[in-house]
């Protein structure tokens, strides 16, 4: 089992740009997280997806919007964006309440 | 609202000697406190939870509730110790969605 993958792991937009970053679970997991971390930061969590609806969202604009599939990978989709979205995002799935294991994240760069 | 602090961005040690990674939190309820490592080049992952009470490459942490304290230890540091470090805090009952400290950079030197 490869654990969490996340795809793609670098990416590179301009200003107003959309983008979309996917994740495959852990095998047997059905819980997705998505955490934004900026640099020098710890992980900042953007959502959470179980049975293909959001649970739970933390303070980010609607912008940031996600999607869980029948499979239980996900997508997280930003738009227009902005300077301040380059980070790394972090994808976590789970199973439960069991503790998160990360994915290895996708770099954004925003120019 | 859940804050979790690391005072320290950096730590360096030498090997052998002892370790302690800081961490409070500020939550009104009753938290449940984890401690998360990243080596280099490797995903973040769990460490330890304080309601596991156990040890775990030789780290201990223990919940003080009256300082608001989850404070990591080690008696004996090793070089493979060295790695960042999150403190992260998530409410019970709810679902684990932990709000994590900025991290502490571990070094130890040989």
């Known amino acids: 089992d490869a654990g969490v993958t996340q795809s793609p792991t670098h990416l590179i937009k301009t200003r107003g740009q959309q983008v979309t970053l996917r994740c495959s679970p852990k095998s047997g997991h059905d819980t997705v997280s998505w955490y934004q971390q900026a640099l020098g930061q710890g992980p900042q969590f953007i959502f959470q997806y179980y049975e293909e609806e959001e649970r739970q969202r933390g303070n980010f604009p609607d912008r940031f919007s996600g999607h869980q599939f029948p499979n239980y990978s996900s997508e997280l989709n930003v738009n227009a964006l902005l300077l301040g979205d380059s980070a790394l995002y972090l994808c976590a799935s789970s199973a439960s309440r069991q503790p998160q294991h990360f994915g290895d994240g996708t770099r954004l760069s925003i120019l | 609202a859940q804050r979790v602090t690391q005072p320290e961005k950096l730590l360096s040690v030498f090997k052998g000697a002892p370790v302690e990674l800081k961490c409070n939190y500020s939550?009104?309820?009753?938290?449940?406190l984890f401690w998360y490592v990243q080596y280099s080049r490797q995903r973040l992952q769990l460490l330890l939870r304080?309601?596991s009470r156990e040890s775990i490459k030789g780290f201990t942490a223990d919940l003080n509730k009256g300082e608001t304290s989850f404070h990591l230890k080690k008696p004996f540091a090793q070089e493979e110790d060295s790695a960042m470090y999150y403190c992260a805090l998530s409410g019970s009952g709810g679902s684990y969605i932990p709000t994590f400290g900025r991290g502490t950079s571990l070094i130890v030197h040989p």
């Open positions: 304080h309601i």
């Open positions: 939550y009104s309820g009753s938290p449940e």
